[in-house]
């Protein structure tokens, strides 16, 4: 039983136009006209394959495959369908374009197993309209409650409730949101390790946690000519090697944390006055949540380390912490399964960015696979993924989903 790569291809391909700007991008806000529009495309090709297909009252696409036991939840298979501003054709878009592949897949050939099948296109993962990333998956599962949607505003003060109201997709009639039993998710890797080891697709085995820190070192601003080298306190000193300092801890990770430090002011910032005060943030992932945790300990006995050596006050600000998400140990032997009954090696990677199976993660056991991106390039026009690729990275996500809709428990 093979998905049909190229209709996946011909999908995505036509989803790509429904908010194409003039720079050869994609634009797809959440609740936005071409959000609604990409929505109804999916939502008619889902019907045509015989999907029972609707939306729910928050503009998030549902197509189901019912199972052969009513009473059972369903597995679901999805992502988003909104875009970030001239970002490219398959974030988002191929997870969802891929899980009504699946599903139309599995009725062509008669197959129907114990539990249903639904495929979700969130409306709002990149946060574009409310500056609220993976948005919908936290309305699904509620975490953000409908008593706070009049709070909820855009840039122009309109509310998630009043883009509610006015969000209408003809023909795609409302409908209630299925049981769920697990969520599995295809993604594209927005990173270059796959590309990069010419891989087909690979498992992930968890979403990175983040820390996010700021650092300020305070020395002493003066004369950038009479203070003598020996005498200066400066700051800007502390702050470059800290800043090198992260990086190394980073390196001796052996690939499994990534350290950024993004933001780095120097104050007062004139030419001939000795940097008085550095702040610097600081953004750790890994994988590992316990790996996350010693090296916020390592920054923190840096930055004592480094304010000594340098005569400086020093302090520290943790301000984010979002921990490491695993996949459910089921699904992510069900996803790297697939991947061999799909033909393809074993492989399993971390997701160094945050998806819809993030959020889902809170209330499900969850599951991921990636597709390469060419050149680790994404949230970009030039995002690119080969049809065999999206095709391979389908073709396991029917496996995998196959196999959970038949087990008693996921
Ligand atoms: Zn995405």
Redesign the pocket.
Known sequence: MKVNEGRLWGRLQCLGRIGADERGGVTRPGFGSAHAEALAQVATWAREAGLETGRDDTGNLIAVLPGRDPDAPLIALG??LDSVPNGGRF??ALGVVAAVEVLQTLREHDVRPRRGLAALGFAD??GNTFGIGVMSAQLWIGEIPPDRYPTIVDGEGRSLEAYLRAFDVPGVPLVARPALAAYLEL?VEQGPVLDDAGASAAAVEAIVGISRTTVTFNGQANHAGTTPMALRRDALWGGAELALAVRDLANASGERAVATVGVFEVTPGATNVIPGRTRLRIELRSPDEDRLATLRDEVEALVTTVARRNGLTAATEPWHHAPAVPMHPALLRATQDALVTAGLPERTMPSWAG?DAKVMARRLPVGMLFVPSKGGLSHTPDEDTDASHCAAGAQALLHAALRLADEATP
Request: proline share 0%; net charge negative.
């Open positions: 992502s988003h974030d988002g993962e990149e993604h998806h």
